[in-house]
T-cell receptor, first 113, second 109 residues
Framework: NAGVTQTPKFRVLKTGQSMTLLCAQD?????MYWYRQDPGMGLRLIHY???????AKGEVPDGYNVSRLKKQNFLLGLESAAPSQTSVYFC????????????FGSGTRLTVV | DAKTTQPNSMESNEEEPVHLPCNHS???????IHWYRQLPSQGPEYVIH???SNVNNRMASLAIAEDRKSSTLILHRATLRDAAVYYC??????????FGQGTILTVHP
């Protein structure tokens, strides 16, 4: 049981490049989330999904797109990376309506130069 | 959005109990109260959660006020490994999961 797996763990991008972060969970969770965490700050919600095929915006969605084509995967895309998107990205999944806790991945450290 | 309010920081001595408060005055009847902690360079780690009744597990206890507008995370005997940022968040019925700033817990030897 791997839990929540994020790939890649580290990445350096040049300004204007694109990339996709993958989050995979094997717990059959309905809800999945993408957060970013900047140095010394708390987690800010980018986008989230309450089920396969559905996504919704969080607090800081600009510059990001997401897709949830399969229940177990939640993809976060950066179409044209900017230095302001340098951050650590965390994925999480859970079943809040059933009263379960959430499981977080170990993070992806992204640097945009 | 349902929000939580926590003190920015707290300090404790090793082997003493720690009570971390959280206010959530806009909580709805179906929202679960969750606590997570985050160590440096790691993702948040589940600590405990509950709905109405007090909860205990091997890590901590969660005391929920009768009106559910506040809760307290209790670490019975703080250790140096408990030094972390502690987040109180609400698992809402509409799915949005929003973190606050959290409480930085410092544990002194």
């Amino acid at each position: 049981n791997a839990g929540v797996t994020q790939t890649p763990k580290f990445r350096v991008l040049k300004t204007g490049q694109s990339m996709t972060l993958l989050c995979a969970q094997d717990m059959n969770h309905e809800y999945m989330y993408w957060y970013r965490q900047d140095p010394g700050m708390g987690l800010r919600l980018i986008h989230y999904s309450v089920g396969e095929g559905t996504t919704a915006k969080g607090e800081v969605p600009d510059g990001y797109n997401v897709s949830r084509l399969k229940k177990q995967n939640f993809l976060l895309g950066l179409e044209s990376a900017a230095p302001s998107q340098t951050s650590v990205y965390f994925c999480a999944s859970g079943r809040p309506l059933q009263g379960y806790g959430y499981t977080f991945g170990s993070g992806t450290r992204l640097t945009v130069v | 959005d349902a929000k939580t309010t926590q003190p920015n920081s707290m300090e404790s001595n090793e082997e003493e109990p720690v009570h971390l408060p959280c206010n959530h005055s806009t909580i709805s009847g179906t929202d679960y109260i969750h606590w997570y902690r985050q160590l440096p360079s790691q993702g948040p780690e589940y600590v405990i959660h509950g709905l109405t009744s007090n909860v205990n597990n091997r890590m901590a206890s969660l005391a929920i006020a009768e009106d559910r507008k506040s809760s307290t995370l209790i670490l019975h005997r703080a250790t140096l490994r408990d030094a972390a940022v502690y987040y109180c968040i609400l698992g809402t019925s509409y799915g949005k999961l929003t973190f606050g700033q959290g409480t930085i817990l410092t544990v002194h030897p």
